[in-house]
């Protein structure tokens, strides 16, 4: 266990939805992490979050979004959601801003899969 | 942007023979990191590397970061079944505003 969270564990919608992960980092870890894997495929590096504000943003979409709240914890939010954003998302955490080689931490992972 | 490699791609081994991962950035590195993902699980921590030529052990496992910093391998001396999964490298640059996962190898270890 790796002391971060992620709700839920399942999703399953249509196209043209939206939907929210949502993320709770260890505790004392300031950075939240987001990937996305698809089938058999690597991990994307979408955006980071340190202490509220964001640090670096990789292959994100448009259509997605994320914040980080007071209490550190993360929420991603995809909309017009299509069935190639059918994939697990994960996230991670670390206790420093990033760069330098930050150890992260991943979260179980959240399945979407949209039909 | 930045280019990060994995060879190879796939690797079946018998348990018992031993496996080596290699990862090639296009770039010079400030320092590596390497995770695994068995099946089903999420990546995992294994190690970091930062100086030139650091070579750096874990029971079976052996890390190497190249005198160039632009090249890292994993060597696992006699493979289990424990092993199987995706071993990934994972670079940033020094400020993180660029963080890049290797598109991983994928071990298999027949019994």
């Known amino acids: 266990d790796s002391g971060v969270t992620q709700t839920p564990k399942h999703l399953i919608t249509a196209t043209g939805q939206r939907v929210t992960l949502r993320c709770s980092p260890r505790?004392?870890?300031?950075?939240v992490y987001w990937y996305q894997q698809s089938l058999d495929q690597g991990l994307q590096f979408l955006i980071q979050y340190y202490n509220g504000e964001e640090r670096a943003k990789g292959n994100i979409l448009e259509r997605f979004s994320a914040q980080q709240f007071p209490d550190l914890h993360s929420e991603l939010n995809l909309s017009s959601l299509e069935l190639g954003d059918s994939a697990l998302y994960f996230c991670a955490s670390s206790v420093a801003p990033g760069g330098g080689g930050d150890t992260q931490y991943f979260g179980p992972g959240t399945r979407l899969t949209v039909l | 942007g930045q280019q990060v490699m994995q060879i190879p791609q796939y690797q079946h081994v018998q348990e018992g023979e031993d496996f080596t991962t290699y990862c090639n950035s296009s770039?010079?590195?400030?320092?590596i990191q390497w995770y695994k993902q068995r099946p089903g699980g999420h990546p995992v921590f294994l190690i970091q590397?930062?100086?030139?030529?650091e070579v750096k052990k874990q029971k079976r496992l052996t890390f190497q970061f190249g005198e160039a910093k632009k090249n890292s391998s994993l060597h696992i001396t006699a493979t289990q079944t424990t092993d199987v999964g995706t071993y990934f490298c994972a670079v940033s640059d020094n400020y993180g505003q660029n963080f890049v996962f290797g598109p991983g190898t994928r071990l298999s270890v027949l019994p």
């Open positions: 590397l930062v100086k030139s030529g």
């Open positions: 770039t010079t590195l400030s320092n």
């Open positions: 505790s004392g870890d300031l950075s």
